[in-house]
């Protein structure tokens, strides 16, 4: 048995390289809506070259935005069963649901339990997870610590989805170019080679009140004035600092990459939160390795937040991507400020 040692702000962290209960990805899909948004129609909506900057500056051309009478768990399920299907599992093989998203169904119940009805997924326990667009990396940290903690948990489900679209201010168009809708899903499985390495979650919470939806909550109740001064719809009441994420992506990787003796070279494939292209390549610039690593689907989907990492996901299997023993990395960001940066060993040829 392998040992790997690392040492990261002044803790000794040791981890079993092989024969221990890990969380694997065997199976990943992803969904879009029917609706493609090219750039030319925020060009005629606000008479102005929007299109130029989302190009050149996101590396946005289209996005996708779901039907008025849609839901978040709309976008879920056929994600959801894209991937149950290529991990060779049916949804009564479930023992968790794990969705990740910050525009669910319902302010309560969770949106998982609506998903584990509808895929009559009878075993299955569910819960949500909000940590906005470091939801689907936060998601895949837990389902693999379940597996490890717990034998009885083989196979659960993890999705990042995302209904943004039903939350647009018109009105700013800084902010309504850029978000779209969709659903990424990986169902993580017990492995004893591969898998889950190493994570570390990162948040800023200053900036709690930075971007959000803000209205609709115990702060801010759904009433009269607040929908007529658009306060439940996506907000960025003040500006956070744009070198945040080239300072803290860089930093995270370096973190989780000294914990499992490993060097950001070693890194075969990256999966970032697909908000703007330019703090991506300063990351991978940062870390001296060719942008080319990182696997970028905002060019075609737009930025769908906390599912675009899963779907970015899922379109490089889909794209046979990825192989057996690659070092891949997740890092997420979103609104609070918070941060999830994941290693794992691929355990299969896709």
């Not at 299907?85 to 998982?112: E, H, N, Q, R």
């Not at 809708?181 to 990986?186: L, Y």
């Not at 697909?274 to 060019?299: A, C, G």
Request: net charge neutral; aromatic share 10%.
């Amino acid at each position: 048995m392998t040992e790997i040692s690392g040492k990261t702000d002044g803790i000794n962290i040791r981890s079993q390289a092989e024969g221990v209960r890990r969380g694997v990805i065997r199976g990943t899909g992803f969904h879009a809506p029917d609706r493609i948004v090219p750039n030319s129609f925020f060009d005629d909506l606000y008479k102005k070259d929007i299109g130029t900057f989302l190009r050149e500056q996101r590396n946005i051309e289209t996005r996708r935005w779901m039907k008025p009478e849609e839901r978040t768990s709309d976008l879920i399920m056929p994600a959801a069963e894209k991937a149950l299907k290529a991990a060779g599992v049916v949804a009564a093989d479930l023992d968790l649901i794990i969705v990740c998203t910050d525009t669910p169904d319902y302010m309560s119940p969770s949106t998982a339990s609506v998903v584990q009805y509808r895929l009559g997924a009878k075993h299955a326990g569910t819960f949500d997870v909000n940590t906005a667009c470091a939801g689907f990396v936060t998601g895949l940290d837990i389902a693999s610590k379940y597996i490890t903690a717990d034998e009885r948990y083989k196979n659960i489900l993890v999705v990042g989805a995302y209904a943004m679209s039903k939350y647009l201010n018109y009105e700013d168009y800084k902010v309504a170019t850029l978000f779209a809708d969709g659903a990424g899903a990986a169902v993580v499985q017990t492995g004893t080679s591969g898998g889950y390495l190493a994570s570390q979650l990162y948040t800023d919470g200053q900036y709690h009140d930075y971007m959000g939806i803000y209205g609709g909550g115990s702060a801010a109740p759904l009433s009269e004035k607040l929908l007529a001064d658009k306060g439940h719809l996506l907000a960025f009441p003040k500006r956070i600092p744009p070198e945040t994420n080239g300072i803290h992506w860089p930093r995270l990787v370096e973190i989780v990459s000294d914990r499992i003796g490993k060097k950001p070279s070693d890194i075969q494939r990256f999966f970032i939160t697909q908000f703007n292209i330019q703090s991506i390549y300063e990351t991978l610039d940062k870390l001296n390795v060719p942008r080319e690593k990182s696997h970028n689907i905002m060019r075609e989907y737009g930025y769908t937040g906390s599912a675009s990492i899963g779907m970015a996901l899922a379109d490089a299997c889909n794209k046979h991507l990825l192989k057996k023993g690659d070092l891949v990395f997740f890092i997420g960001s979103g609104g609070g400020m918070s941060m999830a940066c994941l290693a794992m060993e691929w355990a299969y040829d896709t």
